[in-house]
């Protein structure tokens, strides 16, 4: 079973503030588990969105930069 994070933990693990996750939570960007009143975030969750988010670099060759500049 996935570990399931606090609101508190996955704020720290994505270095923003509590507002940050709780936004995901309630405009459903995020999965959630409701245990009670209580809200967890699976790992894999933030994880995922992570990775979907991750923008890669773009390789630019010295060649195409002569001939903008």
Known sequence: MDR?????QVA????TGVRFPRRLIEERRITFVKVGRHVRIPE???SEFVA???????VVRPAALRRVA
């Open 4 to 8: 399931l994070l606090t609101v508190q």
């Open 44 to 46: 894999a969750a933030v």
């Open 12 to 15: 720290e693990l994505l270095g």
């Open 52 to 58: 979907e988010r991750t923008v890669q670099p773009i």
